[in-house]
């Protein structure tokens, strides 16, 4: 069943990419579904079954998704100084004992903090997983290519995502959700260990956390994340902020805010691969400035929005600059990566991405709050911010061909 599925996913991808793109296909959709499974209806979990508080439903996610980002930056190290397919191998293999643990555990009950500190434990196993990949794509795509081969990868990542939250809410037994993820993590690890070869071997360095600091001192790389880390705390407004803002102030239903999530994911599933191919002839600083331009006037129109229609059109902007930053992103991070330190640059990128969105409940959250009565003028701030980011996109990419002169037609 496994092969005859895979078959029929590998006849929908493009031609002419290293058959290891995919794979990752097959695999980060097995990966994403087995994941979203869980993930998605964690929060209901932890406040009905575990009769957690929200104050500690909202720290767990804040320690669960932090966790995520900073393991994508080690598995980066890990990716270099192991090799590619090992880094991949023990994320997975790691992550089947623990989702063991938890199947049985959520079926028999256990605390509420061994359930979390296991479940963090397969985040950052997720955080590996997610930049090994990335590094093996950059090692087998030329540098022209990269952005549509990490546009492949992102539509099997949504396909499971979007496939992982249907099932998901036809399952009550939330064991029996978290046995579903571990078949696909056991998946997973079967076909790691006997169908996919090593993209690049290690290049022969022990691993070492202080690399994460080293990597950090190479000036284009500091700056990419800056600036993405800013990024990334605006793009994710359309998460808690949007939510909060649309169910109490615009009085949308519960059903309503779903489909415009559902919305988010079917796009992506359709338009992330021809929206990468058609980027592959602009420079990778001008669609990330596009990117932050598009979210920011997606944005923008929330203000405005006063029925469900235009919250449409709001989803839909915010999704285009969603497609167009996540390909273009990597491909950036991996071109300007000396090819021994391509982990490390794509984990720092991810991290400083996924921080940024980490912090972005935060300062939605403050906004409201400090904007009380006007609630309004948070989506000005976020416009403004989002524009700006633009700009600095911009400057980033002028100043990055002038110090890499080889990437002139890439940055």
Known sequence: MFNTGAALLLKLLPRGLDRKVNQLFVLGFLNEFGRTLVTVFLPLYLFSELKAPYELVGLALTITTGTSAFFQVLGGVLADSWGRRRALLMSSGIKVPLLVMLAIGSKIGM?????????????????????????????????????????????????????????????????????????????????????????????????????????????????????????????????????????????????????????????????????????????????????????????????????????????????????????????????????????????????????GQALSPIVGGFLLGALVFREFVTWYVIFIVGVACSFVYIYLGRKARRAIPRLEDIL
Not at 177 to 200: H, P, Y
């Open 111 to 355: 605390s509420i903090l061994i359930f979390v500190a296991l479940f963090t434990a397969t985040e950052a196993l997720s955080g590996v997983f997610l930049t090994s990949a990335y590094a093996m794509i950059a090692d087998v795509v030329e540098t022209r290519r990269r952005a549509e081969a990490y546009g492949v990868f992102r539509v099997g990542d949504n396909l499971g995502f979007a496939l992982g939250a249907f099932v998901g809410g036809l399952i009550l037994d939330f064991s029996m959700l978290f046995a579903i993820w571990l078949f696909c993590t056991s998946l997973v690890t079967v076909a790691m260990l006997f169908f996919v070869g090593e993209s690049r071997e290690s290049v022969g360095e022990k691993f070492h956390p202080m690399a994460i600091i080293r990597v950090a001192r190479e000036r284009v790389l500091l700056e990419l994340g800056l600036a993405s880390l800013m990024a990334g705390v605006i793009a994710n407004q359309m998460g808690a902020t949007f939510a909060l803002y649309t169910t109490i102030h615009l009085n949308i239903t519960r059903e309503q805010l779903g489909s415009l999530y559902s919305l988010n994911g079917l796009l992506v599933i359709v338009l992330q691969y021809p929206l990468s191919r058609l980027a592959l002839r602009y420079h990778l600083s001008k669609l990330l400035a596009v990117a932050s331009a598009i979210r920011a006037f997606g944005y923008l129109l929330v203000v405005a929005a006063s029925d469900f229609y235009l919250l449409q059109v709001v989803m839909v902007a915010l999704t285009v600059g969603e497609m167009l930053q996540a390909p273009a992103g990597a491909s950036y991070a991996a071109s300007i990566a000396p090819e021994t330190k391509r982990g490390e640059y794509l984990g720092f990128y991810n991290w400083t991405w996924n921080t």
